[in-house]
């Protein structure tokens, strides 16, 4: 059997809000840990000490492992005995919704000249099934010196595992350490290379799959998900038109010992629920039925909340809105996605000089989307509105009150 080469040293490719945690989690247990990112400005903040994201305390995080030595970043790859591939898998936005694993492929790309005798790749991104087979067969075709384990799956030169990550921003460094892990790799052999590297950290169980089960075990997760948020934003839709209080109707249905029905929103945003799921529609168009109706249910939800502020506006043309909430989630400053700005974007352009916005983390808005009327603080936002647009429930919007008389539009059900 081939001898493992001990990993000393991990390369994470894309240091965004998967990336940069994990590299640092990994820099925490005393590896040497390189990441590396296109931005310029990434790269110098992280070598610098600091986050460039909001992350509970990734910042001081990243600047111990940065100032022991043991956490940098790049703007190119070098040699490593592993590396992460982090990097996004978005759709397209049009009515096809179509993966692109583009940035997946180029990152195999970028390793591939640096990649040794012994090493391994994990593709952390969530992506089609089939992804890290065919990342695989793209490293052999750049690397014909070595062999992979859709070529030798005995004794491979190069192991390959797919494990996709299961946090949520707020809360990522605990869950990085303390959720369950699903480890794929495209052999047994990968697959105890790649729980090898991830029980350096992870307190979970590291359940062993294969690439192609644990691709599909995270569209899964995320599709269940957007199918119950879909039932409860339906179900606020279908009470709104019955004039019936929705928040009231799940309480009640919820006393029931096997009902659990969540809370509605504006619709659903982030890197993975309102994502994922178009992967397996892709992949199975004609089964895909209640999975692709989950989709349009929630991607419906914002019309139905502009839909809402219309109604009022049309007895006041002259209102003023304020739309308190602009990430994808509370207490975030992740707007990927976000169905809250969305529709803060497609009122300002309805209503043009008479909408504002607040959100405790608009600095982390893009300079596009920053041309949007911001207020920093919620009382200037409601003193001098007419209708109030409530999209996400911040906990720095829990100290101020609305003043009377003032409409509102609660698509959270924070004031309920």
């Known amino acids: 059997?081939?001898?493992?080469?001990?990993?000393?040293?991990?390369?994470?490719?894309?240091?965004?809000?998967?990336?940069?945690?994990?590299?640092?989690?990994?820099?925490?247990?005393?590896?040497?840990?390189?990441?590396?990112?296109?931005?310029?400005?990434?790269?110098?903040?992280?070598?610098?000490?600091?986050?460039?994201?909001?992350?509970?305390?990734?910042?001081?995080?990243?600047?111990?492992?940065?100032?022991?030595?043991?956490?940098?970043?790049?703007?190119?790859?070098?040699?490593?005995?592993?590396?992460?591939?982090?990097?996004?898998?978005?759709?397209?936005?049009?009515?096809?919704?179509?993966?692109?694993?583009?940035?997946?492929?180029?990152?195999?790309?970028?390793?591939?000249?640096?990649?040794?005798k012994g090493g391994l790749v994990v593709l952390e991104s969530t992506s089609p099934v089939g992804t890290t087979g065919a990342m695989a067969r793209v490293l052999a075709e750049l690397r014909p010196d070595l062999s992979f384990p859709h070529q030798d799956a005995g004794a491979p030169d190069i192991h390959v595992a797919y494990c996709p990550e299961r946090i949520i921003p707020g809360q990522m460094l605990r869950e990085l350490v303390e959720n369950d892990r699903i480890i794929g790799g495209m052999t047994q052999a990968c697959t105890q290379r790649a729980t090898g590297l991830y029980q350096t950290f992870v307190k979970g169980i590291c359940h062993p799959s294969d690439d192609r089960s644990a691709e599909m075990v995270k569209l899964t997760e995320n599709a269940f998900r957007d199918v119950n948020i879909a039932f409860a934003n339906e179900l606020s839709m279908i009470c709104g038109d019955l004039d019936l209080d929705v928040?009231?109707?799940?309480?009640?249905?919820?006393?029931?010992?096997?009902?659990?029905?969540?809370?509605?929103?504006?619709?659903?945003?982030?890197?993975?629920?309102?994502?994922?799921?178009?992967?397996?529609?892709?992949?199975?168009?004609?089964?895909?039925?209640?999975?692709?109706t989950a989709r349009q249910v929630n991607d419906a939800k914002p019309h139905y909340v502009i839909q809402q502020v219309a109604k009022l506006v049309a007895a006041k043309p002259a209102a003023?809105?304020?739309?308190?909430?602009?990430?994808?989630?509370?207490?975030?400053?992740?707007?990927?996605?976000?169905?809250?700005?969305?529709?803060?974007?497609?009122?300002?352009?309805?209503?043009?000089?008479?909408?504002?916005?607040?959100d405790p983390y608009a600095a982390a808005l893009s300079s596009n989307d920053a041309k949007l009327e911001l207020v920093s603080r919620m009382e200037q936002a409601v003193s001098n509105a007419d209708v109030v647009v409530m999209l996400v429930g911040h906990q720095a919007f829990r100290s101020t009150s609305l003043p009377a008389g003032i409409a509102v539009v609660d698509s959270v059900g924070f004031w309920v």
Not at 267 to 288: L, M, N, Q, Y
């Open 247 to 292: 928040w009231k109707i799940i309480e009640m249905a919820n006393r029931h010992p096997r009902v659990s029905i969540l809370r509605p929103g504006p619709g659903v945003g982030g890197h993975c629920i309102a994502v994922d799921p178009w992967f397996i529609v892709a992949e199975s168009p004609e089964r895909a039925r209640l999975i692709e």
């Open 320 to 358: 003023r809105i304020a739309c308190l909430g602009l990430s994808y989630k509370p207490d975030v400053d992740d707007f990927r996605e976000s169905p809250a700005l969305e529709i803060a974007k497609q009122l300002h352009a309805t209503y043009p000089g008479q909408v504002v916005c607040c």
């Open 1 to 116: 059997m081939q001898e493992q080469r001990t990993i000393n040293k991990v390369s994470v490719i894309g240091l965004g809000y998967i990336g940069l945690p994990t590299a640092a989690m990994f820099a925490s247990r005393e590896l040497d840990v390189v990441g590396v990112d296109i931005s310029q400005h990434v790269i110098d903040t992280i070598n610098s000490g600091r986050a460039h994201i909001e992350e509970g305390a990734l910042d001081e995080l990243v600047a111990h492992c940065v100032s022991k030595g043991k956490l940098r970043a790049s703007l190119k790859p070098e040699e490593a005995d592993a590396f992460i591939i982090a990097v996004p898998t978005p759709v397209s936005h049009d009515e096809r919704h179509a993966p692109d694993v583009s940035y997946v492929m180029e990152a195999a790309r970028s390793i591939a000249p640096v990649l040794r």
